[in-house]
């Protein structure tokens, strides 16, 4: 395959903007299990531009809590293609990709405004950050930190990026104050 032969190859990937150019539509590649960091460097390393969009999460292990670097949807990434110029066939043979969300004959584009919504959520050091829309009153999950992964109710936000939520741990309900970063509506 040569460079004239792949219209994507014009740039290196990292140097092109998520926008998409003439004909291209995002699709939706299924990787292997704990397997999207490497299949979206061997399809950037084929000259396709992937989108992965990645989450900070907090996990307990053995009394220990650490914040991890995680995949905003598991097993899935997206992958900007062109199917009349881009050989989209080679995507299912990548080590790491299961294969491309298939229609009939041709992969599935997702809708429109999707994969671009999902980039803008993209902050500066390049995690989705879900928490931008968050209101009083309403439902929320703590994603990282102590209370981690509990259901609760915004109840405050401040100018500095604190809110104040009503958790409901062990059948009862107390006050916590947290980061906004910490925190996804539910």
Known sequence: MTSSSRGSRERPAADRPFSLTGAERWYVAQTLFKRECGAQSQ?????????????LR?????????????PAFPGYLFCALDLQRDRWRSVNGTFGVARLIMGEEAPMPVPFGVVEALQSYVDPAGFCRFDRDLVAGQSV????????QAIGELVHLDAKGRVRVLLEIMGGKITATLDRSALVAV
């Open 43 to 55: 399809l950037q390393a084929q000259g396709f531009r992937v989108f992965l969009p990645r989450v």
């Open 58 to 70: 907090t996990v307990r292990h053995a009394r220990r809590l650490r914040t991890i670097r995680e």
């Open 141 to 148: 999950r703590v994603t990282v930190g102590p209370f981690a």
